[in-house]
């Protein structure tokens, strides 16, 4: 089973509002990711954490919080955030990270409205 | 560095008929090289992908991607393509030696038409 969850499907939110995205994998897969797409757009890598860990920070602004309680959930703490923020977020899990290529798999995203 | 071309923003094809994506791709390293498809409104899914073991690659539902080094190249391909293959397609391309950062290519949208 090569399944990625993503929770909320739809997001709206407000400019002052604090929100979370919520993913998970149970394929005991130890890195994960958060990606940002933009309509017609390849997806933008924001954040890699492997073995729990932050090892990738993109330069995200820090309105964007990422949180990995476990090896099977990542979360993405939304505040404060612009209506350019507006996109389709991606989450992505691989086997590993930075022993070679590992092969990633996506969920479905969250698509998120800031108004 | 590296990087990733794929050559055409548009492709319109004929229910039944073949399917041809391109994508070029360039690497300072021995590349992994993925094709995924992205339905309207959906995640990625993975097609297939490349890692230096056979160079023709099959994947799923019908499509098949060729590595071709002197070309720099890895091609999309399926013989006959179907209503539901409609959709955006990417070429990826990852660092071999070490990392997992992917390199997307700008997306090819393909249409069928009956």
């Known amino acids: 089973d090569t399944e990625v969850t993503q929770t909320p499907k739809h997001l709206v939110m407000g400019m002052t509002n604090k929100k979370s995205l919520k993913c998970e994998q149970h394929?005991?897969?130890?890195?994960m990711y958060w990606y940002k797409q933009k309509a017609k757009k390849p997806p933008e890598l924001m954040f890699v954490?492997?073995?729990?860990?932050?090892?990738i920070n993109e330069s995200v602004p820090s309105r964007f919080s990422p949180e990995c309680p476990n090896s099977s959930l990542l979360n993405l703490h939304l505040h404060a955030l612009q209506p350019e923020d507006s996109a389709l977020y991606l989450c992505?899990?691989?086997?590993?990270?930075?022993?070679?290529?590992?092969?990633?798999?996506f969920g479905p995203g969250t698509r998120l409205l800031v108004l | 560095a590296q990087s990733v071309t794929q050559l055409d923003s548009h492709v319109s094809v004929s229910e039944g008929t073949p399917v041809l994506l391109r994508c070029n791709y360039s690497?300072?390293?021995?590349?992994?090289l993925f094709w995924y498809v992205q339905h309207p409104n959906k995640g990625l899914q993975l097609l297939l992908k490349?890692?230096?073991?056979?160079?023709l690659v099959k994947g799923i539902n019908g499509f098949e991607a060729e590595f071709k080094k002197s070309e720099t190249s890895f091609h999309l391909t399926k013989p006959s393509a179907h209503m539901s293959d409609a959709a955006e397609y990417f070429c990826?391309?990852?660092?071999?030696?070490?990392?997992?950062?992917?390199?997307f290519g700008t997306g090819t949208q393909l249409k069928v038409e009956l």
């Open positions: 990826v391309v990852s660092k071999g030696g070490g990392g997992n950062k992917l390199t």
């Open positions: 992505a899990s691989s086997q590993g990270y930075g022993q070679g290529v590992e092969t990633q798999y």
């Open positions: 490349y890692t230096s073991a056979a160079t």
């Open positions: 394929m005991g897969h130890r890195a």
């Open positions: 954490y492997s073995y729990e860990k932050l090892s």
């Open positions: 690497s300072s390293y021995s590349p992994s």
